[in-house]
């Protein structure tokens, strides 16, 4: 496994508090700052005195509270920790946060009876575990998984308690959380409270999370004789100033995300706790319309030894727009002190500094936080201790505990975290925060995802994606809500083709990057590998549904086949069938496949649905419908079918279509038909890119 930056942290403050636990504290106070070495080797390397022995880690640190969590875009770790100092506050439960990845498991039957192991854990795509949470799974859904003591039952002494994170639009709702909730019952472990299930699916996974918690609060401190006091906030995190340093000194962190950043000693492999600096080779719209827009982005990773493969998704690491920036600096009064240099350190042993320091509240605003994601409701019930005057406490209060106003004020509107402040104060400057709790609260900036669009057969060094810019207007707000990832591509793209307001909708970013390292016009980036690949046969036929931005992958999918064609390779049937709203107005790729087609003849045919032209709103599941005769047919001949896009409504439709057309063709029933659809899945016949 690769070494990520945060292990190393983590790793750096083990090996500190270990070597003081055996030197019986000699050693403290005379180690350096452990975040600026400890960032040295973050490519990978041994982890040494780090211990994956998670009752001794507790033992040792003192816990009795663990909180896993298998996370992928950070919002179960966000969760992970919100219960973790929650527990602490309110119930003075001494707990940590673990990353599944970091511990084994097959000690777990020699959890100590008297603690407690909570798992917070998102599935991920078709029903999977998340990257960090995969050598968990597979360990505990085993039929016999190997623990090291073999008293029945294996887990009789473990209490535990359940929370997953999933989105009822994917077939395998929740599956990681319901699965592990199974086997360790099956095992003898004893839950507490229910096995709760968020549903972003619904949108309403915060308050489902809200929801689960309280009487999960209640059966634990039940159960383990804890008594609730009154929950005061502790900071997580120190930050002190650091007067010797300036923003200019080599050792300050201004947005790298690693000391080989820092230092200008950046290697491989790249990865999503280390990218590579892309320079982008190519930006232009795809869209011909005034109001909206789609980027045809490429880079170039040949300065790197980094591969992808045809239907891999390519990871963008953006960052905050100026404006956001400084809308936060400044409703927290810290303006002033956009540049001061701190250092930031974990108070206790187990949490983690999710960026590298010494560094200054800028960088962090700038390249490290969500600042500009939806605003969590728990989050200001925290928050409210702080306000500036007790007008301004009370309606935080009543936000944090008041679903429906809290809807009403803040999400309604798409509110970040400055503009409900803002809100909030009517302008007034919050300048009790201690600012510990934006990096507990906040999540950590993210790396968005995007599918693929070309061939690693054509362009092994050439990565493009097609992203569709977030922009839209929200009821009752007077400025665009933005994306932040997408418009900070469009921003780069403008840049690249010295276009006349070289900023996105006036957003203004920070296109140099820290240092100005990101000179010319370069972006951040990882490939994330994915199960999303043609048959290994070229002769196969393949059914290929990408409306919208969907048909990015499948660009990549027509380009290779159309490569293996004119290199006299025999290729397979390859219809695609592509949606979006009028042809003259966002039919995306439409000249290559024409191209592509003068390759490929009658192998390739391209089936379009456009939705606002004419009286009727044609989708593509429509027209798989009206095709039903020859779908059934190819899908007999076992073509694989490939369905990229929007996961919520248009690749459940198809899904169902499929079923229908599938009953209808064979004169089987319509539950037959269903379950012939999952049998494709499970055998990889059918696959889904979703999100
Ligand atoms: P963000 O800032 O992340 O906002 C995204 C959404 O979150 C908003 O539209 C809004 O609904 C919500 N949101 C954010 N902030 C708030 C707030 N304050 N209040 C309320 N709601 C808020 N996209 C493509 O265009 N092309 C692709 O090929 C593609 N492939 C993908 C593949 C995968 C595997 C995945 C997971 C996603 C893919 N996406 C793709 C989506 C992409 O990753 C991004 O989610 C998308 O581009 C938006 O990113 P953003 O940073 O611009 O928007």
Redesign the pocket.
């Known amino acids: 496994a690769q070494l990520d930056t945060l292990d190393i942290i983590v790793l750096a403050v083990i090996l500190i508090t270990t070597t003081a636990y055996f030197t019986k504290g000699k050693v403290w106070g005379v180690t350096k700052d452990p975040y600026a070495s400890s960032f040295a080797n973050a490519n990978g390397g041994a982890k040494p005195g780090k211990t994956r022995n998670i009752v001794e880690k507790m033992e040792e640190s003192g816990k009795n509270c663990v909180i896993f969590y298998g996370s992928q875009t950070g919002t179960a770790e966000d969760y992970a920790s919100r219960l973790a100092k929650e527990g602490k506050s309110r119930f003075g439960l001494e707990t940590m946060v673990a990353d599944l990845e970091e511990y084994d498991y097959d000690n777990l039957d020699s959890f100590p009876e008297d603690k407690v192991a909570m798992f917070v854990l998102a599935t991920y795509?078709e029903g999977e575990p998340t990257d960090n949470a995969v050598d968990f799974y597979e360990f505990i859904t085993a039929e016999e998984p190997s623990f090291s003591n073999s008293n029945e039952p294996l887990l009789g002494n473990l209490t535990y308690v359940a929370f997953g994170l999933g989105n009822n639009t994917y077939e395998h709702y929740n599956s990681m959380v319901r699965n592990v909730d199974k086997a360790l019952e099956k095992f003898g472990a004893h839950r507490v409270g229910e096995a709760g299930e968020g549903d972003d699916g619904a949108g309403t996974m915060e308050e489902d999370f809200l929801a689960w918690k309280d009487p999960m609060w209640a059966a634990l401190a039940e159960k383990m004789n804890l008594e609730e006091r009154e929950a005061v906030y502790e900071p997580i995190f120190s930050i002190v100033e650091r007067d010797n340093l300036t923003k200019d000194s080599p050792e300050v962190y201004l947005g790298e995300p690693n000391k080989m950043h820092l230092e200008g000693t950046t290697k491989g492999p790249f990865n999503a706790h280390n990218p590579y600096i892309a320079p982008i080779s190519e930006s232009r719209e795809l869209f011909n319309v005034k109001d909206r827009n789609?980027l045809h982005l490429e880079v170039d990773i040949s300065g790197s030894n980094m591969s992808y493969q045809t239907g891999d998704?390519l990871a963008i690491w953006?960052t905050n727009p100026g404006q956001e920036v400084d809308e936060m600096l400044n409703i927290l009064d810290l303006k002033d002190k956009q540049d001061t240099v701190i250092s930031v350190k974990a108070l206790e042993p187990t949490a983690k500094v999710p960026f590298p320091a010494p560094t200054t509240y800028d960088a962090i605003i700038r390249y490290h936080l969500e600042i500009?994601?939806?605003?969590s409701r728990q989050f200001l019930g925290t928050l409210a201790a702080f306000a500036p005057d007790e007008s301004i406490k009370a309606e935080m209060v009543k936000l944090g505990s008041d679903k429906d106003y809290f809807h009403d004020k803040i999400?309604k509107n798409?509110?970040?975290i400055s503009r409900t402040l803002s809100v909030v104060s009517n302008g007034q400057k919050w300048t009790n925060i201690p600012f510990s709790a934006f990096i507990e609260g906040l999540t950590k900036l993210q790396p968005?995802?995007?599918?693929i669009?070309s061939s690693s057969m054509v362009q092994p060094k050439k990565i493009s994606?097609?992203?569709?810019?977030?922009n839209?207007l929200i009821p009752g707000r007077s400025d665009a809500?933005?994306?932040?990832?997408?418009?900070?591509l469009f921003a780069l793209k403008q840049k690249q083709n010295g276009e006349p307001n070289p900023e996105a909708f006036g957003l203004t970013y920070e296109l140099m990057g820290p240092r100005n390292k990101y000179d010319g016009i370069h972006v951040p980036v990882h490939v994330r590998h994915?199960n999303f690949k043609l048959p290994s046969d070229p002769t196969k036929p393949i059914i290929l549904v990408g409306p919208g931005?969907?048909v990015?992958?499948m660009r990549g999918f027509v380009q290779e086949r159309a490569n293996q064609a004119a290199s006299g390779e025999t290729v397979g049937k390859t219809i695609l069938f592509f949606g979006c709203r009028k042809r003259a107005e966002d039919f995306l790729y439409e000249s290559e496949w024409e191209e592509y087609k003068k390759v490929l003849g009658d192998k390739f045919e391209l089936v379009t649905a456009f939705s606002r032209q004419g009286a009727k709103k044609v989708y593509v599941q429509h027209r798989l419908k009206e095709r039903a005769k020859e779908i059934n047919e190819l899908l007999q001949q076992k073509a694989y079918i490939y369905v990229?896009g929007d996961a919520a409504n248009m690749a459940r439709e198809v899904n169902t279509v499929l079923g229908q057309i599938i009953a209808e063709q064979r004169g089987v029933s319509e539950s037959k038909g269903e379950e012939i659809v999952k049998n494709m899945r499970a055998a990889n016949q059918y696959q889904e890119?979703?999100?």
């Open positions: 795509g789609c998704h953006p500009c994601a939806p605003v999400s798409h509110y970040n968005r995802y995007y599918s669009s994606v097609t992203a569709v810019v977030e839209q809500f933005k994306g932040v990832a997408t418009n900070y994915s931005t969907g990015a992958p990229c890119d979703v999100w």
